[in-house]
């Protein structure tokens, strides 16, 4: 039950730092873009601040996704590795 629940969490994870990643940025009412594409024709330095911080937050979604699903993996492969060797 606990590596579903830790494989979940971290889908839910990875799914908002893609969401987080596509979303388009804002400043001053400035369209940036988005982390994947930023707009074509600003200035670099209107945007680049808020796309950068976009950016951290997104990788780390998608770092602390990665790092549950593998967590969740190995519970369960340890787990299934202890009912094997006591049974």
Do not use: W, Y
Request: net charge positive.
């Amino acid at each position: 039950m606990l590596s579903k629940v830790l494989g979940a969490v971290g889908v839910v994870l990875l799914i908002a730092g893609v969401v987080f990643a596509v979303r388009p940025v804002h400043v001053n009412g400035e369209a940036c873009g988005s982390v994947f594409q930023p707009e074509k024709g600003i200035t670099p330095m209107q945007c680049d601040a808020r796309l950068s911080s976009r950016g951290d937050f997104v990788t780390g979604f998608g770092a602390g996704g990665v790092a549950v699903v593998l967590t969740g993996f190995a519970v369960a492969a340890i787990r299934d590795r202890r009912t094997r060797v006591t049974s």
